[in-house]
């Protein structure tokens, strides 16, 4: 049954339409456009991945709030910066809203992703819900560095608790990361030969991170107007 308004309503965006007819145009796809940037999480506005991801310092000159967000995450948790960093570049390359490609069935229908792992810290729905009831809240984001970097320091503090991993053993903090601190437990990483060059590679840029960052980590402290040294100074 079409109600009065209805038909109301259709002519005045009929006349309207007919009066201002690119007006019209431009207004709707305006609004379908701003719809579309909303339900892609906004990934236009990320800020790009840092262009020398091998030297913690140029990547935070690039983006020193990120700088500020690990810090937090470190006083907060334990987990040192430079490991914060590893971690992240190792899952994402700095990538806001990466995920797990899509399999693809007879080349090009898309099928399901292997994993719901999204964002800087590749978190999965499960986890990440978790964090989000124990430590984090409802307006966290995985396409947040903010959000990341707390996310990771909860993580391994975790790990530190279950599997009495130390927080500065980056690579054991990784296998843990990625296999669960009962998979760590069960030494599930030992039969993946993947997992434990990742977990390498994050060791080595943790350290090489942390050396470059014991040389520049000055820039980015007391950089902000109501900082006032010594206080500031870690």
Known sequence: MRHPVDGITEHFSADFSSCFPAAFTKLRLWVTLSLLTLLSGCATFAPNPPQDQSNICEIFR???SWYDYAQESEEKWGTPIATQMAFI???SSFRSHIRP???YY???IPGPRPSSAKGYAQAQDPVWEEYEDQAGSLFARRTHMKHATDFIGWYN???????GISLTNPEHLYYAYHEGAGGYQRGSYRGKPQVLSAGRQVAAR???YQAQLNACEA???CRKFYQVWPFCRS
């Open 219 to 221: 820039e980015f402290q």
């Open 62 to 64: 690039e983006q020193p």
């Open 106 to 108: 007879l080349g090009f």
């Open 206 to 208: 943790a350290n090489r």
């Open 157 to 163: 503090r975790r790990s530190q608790q279950q599997a």
């Open 101 to 103: 490609d899509r399999k």
């Open 89 to 91: 570049q190792q899952e």
